[in-house]
Structure formats: C-alpha cells, structure tokens
C-alpha cells in the first residue's frame, strides 16, 4: 500500500538575513483588521530556514516548506528562489 505524504505548509516571502551559513530568515508581512476597532494593522513573523547551498541574498523572493525539526529554531527548507533582488 502507498503511503501518501502529509501536505506540507509553504511560505513565500522576502528574505531579511544571510548571515549564517546553511540558514537564512524570511519576513511575511500580513495586514489584517482590528476586529474591534476596525483599523488595518501590520503584523510580521520572521521564518528561519534552511538553505543548502547558501544561493539566498538579501531581498530575494523565496518559497519554503516545512520540513522535520533541523535545530531548535529551524524547521523549514527553501523550495525555490522566485525572484532575485536587484
């Protein structure tokens, strides 16, 4: 019988850090609204990922999945680099 593989979340969104090796950070920006008070608010989560080959720089636009825990802080790997900064 196949096993089928659970469906994994994927982010996409621009990359704020480089500085380590094997492993950069991702900003998502969302903009939601004030449920009570009706105003739209900014929010951003930062996402560190694991990148292999260390391609990301700074400003690109990547996709990630998430992935087994690879550190404590780490549990998502980069798919593909969807747009170069310039």
Excluded at 54 to 79: F, M, Q, Y
Aim: net charge positive; hydrophobic share 35%.
């Amino acid at each position: 019988m196949e096993k089928k593989r659970n469906l994994r979340k994927e982010r996409i969104g621009v990359v704020v850090s480089t500085k380590m090796q094997k492993s950069a950070i991702l900003e998502l920006k969302r903009r939601f609204k004030h449920p009570k008070y009706g105003k739209f608010v900014n929010r951003t989560t930062r996402i560190m990922f694991h990148d292999e080959k260390n391609d990301c720089h700074l400003g690109d636009k990547v996709r990630i999945t998430e992935t087994r825990p690879l550190s404590k802080s780490k549990a998502w790997r980069l798919v593909e680099i969807i747009e170069r900064a310039k």
